[in-house]
């Protein structure tokens, strides 16, 4: 059974619903949390900082890649311009009932973002152990990377230094 | 490294695998429960979490029937008389704002201000071990805060003990409904709602409208008085002839001034992009000296501020009233971490506050003398939390559930915007609007209390500075 796991996880990532089923199986070790970056001021941005969990599971250009394409996504929800001005005047006008048949355009990009990142997740995160959490299911907070450790190798494996995240038993 | 404060936590617990596996049996017997069902702020929620209201929205009545009633009056003793005199534009006018003024009204009220959901029990953790102490379980460590650079201005953001996350900046934590809201402008009684970054605009132009529409109100019944007092015998049989004008005058007079003077201050704070809060507290007012003034979130241009503010792009609620919760999450788990709330509690205030005793209980490792601690808002508790330390914002639930309701009774009673007999000028009104603020509003029973949290100005997270 540990084999199995292992080489699913290895070998068949493209099934995303198989990572979510194993892990059960797969026992979660640690969890990393990106913060938000507040530099620019309260839009939504990412620290781009590398965990040093990560280092010897994922490369530091994927990495990198991911948040800088999640905060470029963030910053196009948030931008204002002209088309955000519009959508608020022509809402102010029909007393905000507009937005019961309309979607805005942050909902638009959301979408956009959930599909960003469960694509992530089959290519590049779930071959490597690592699941990517939608930040709009933390409160817009943090990036949660979970990182699954193979049950049967976690003895050796479990080198995170992290208290809460031990599963040996 | 001993961490007593989490050892609880354990992730082994939010995996699906060892609940899932002992109790197929239950998932099929409860019905899929939606996450507003367990939410842990002091929030109602109606429309099967469509709609969200602060607990203690006792005024919304008061002021939607106000609104009606005046309206109403008007419509049926006014409008008749002037539309025979004058035009038929003007009950039209009329009508038209009436709608606008509730719609908004309506919008403000039952739109999430921007709660933001707390933290996970493995985000608290992370955040724990990122500021890590000496690990004593004696006594609570000193505030947390942390400094960051927003546009090369230092800011600092707040540990909330309740959320248990550093606040994002601009945020704070309203103390009335129990949660932290982003652009936290103030909490408002008579809209029933806190007042943040989702439903500001709705809120402005609420009170925009509702200038417009008393002002028309008071100018039509004037007119009306006058030609009618022209037409028969002098002004007392006027008065006599149309009764509910004289109703509608007093009520207009009143609210006018409130209003007009509300919506000129809110209008300087669009413009000026800051919110009620920081302005009362002079966060950015230079009080701390020239090099740490002024507004980071200003684009020092008064148009694009009121555009950003107005007319911005708007954000998507956080606390996805309307999910379901999975199972395994429903079903309290073994390790009890402090965010999962037994959800079949029913929400009343006795629970929260045996809740927020038990996480007290959880935190300290303390006996029973805690359930001291649950009471009616006795002021005399607020030296026994400064000793103890406890999570000064745990107590606070303790203090505004317990005399929730006396708060209520002085949030109508002080003057808040719309019927301060005495608030017209813009000092006064800040001071109506400083009893808004819960962090004050709570500070009023204790005298502890209400030192620190003025000295502190956020409330009760970082009053509680012991021993010093």
Redesign the interface.
Known sequence: MDIRCFTVLIFCPTQFHNLQEL???A??A??V?IQ?D?????TCRFQTKFPSELESRIELTLFEETVKTLNNFYAE????GGQ??L???L??AT???I?LCME????KV?KKIAKYIQEQNEKIYAPRGLLITDP???????I?ISIYEDRGSSGSSSGSS????S?AR | MKNCEYQQIDPRALSASPLSAQNPAEKKVQRPRRKWEAFPGKNRFFCDGRLILARQNGVLPLTLGLIVVTSGLFFAFDCPFLVQHLTVCIPMIGGVLFLFVVASLLRTSFTDPGILPRATADEAADIERQIDTSGSSTYRPPPRTKEILINQQVVKLKYCFTCKMFRPPRTSHCSLCDNCVERFDHHCPWVGNCVGKRNYRYFYSFIISLSFLTSFIFGCVITHITLRSQAGKGIVQAIQESPASVVELVICFFSIWSILGLSGFHTYLVASNLTTNEDIKGSWSGKRGAEESGNPYTYSNIITNCCVTLCGPMPPSLIDRRGFLPPDEAIPAAAASEMELPPFTPKSDANMCTQSTKDVLERMLHSSDFHGLCPSGNPKTSPLVQEVSSAPATAEPYLSSGCSRQLARQAVVDPCPLLSPVAFSKSNRRDSLHSINPAFRLASPSPTLSRSALVLGDGPDIGFIPQH
Do not use: Q
């Open positions: 892990r059960h199986s026992s979660l640690n969890k949390f938000r507040y530099s620019e001021g309260t929800a948030e931008k204002i955000s001005y959508e608020g005047c809402a102010c007393a905000y009932l937005f805005t355009r942050y909902e959301l709009i299911e933390r409160g817009m907070r943090v949660e992290s208290v809460s995240g599963t």
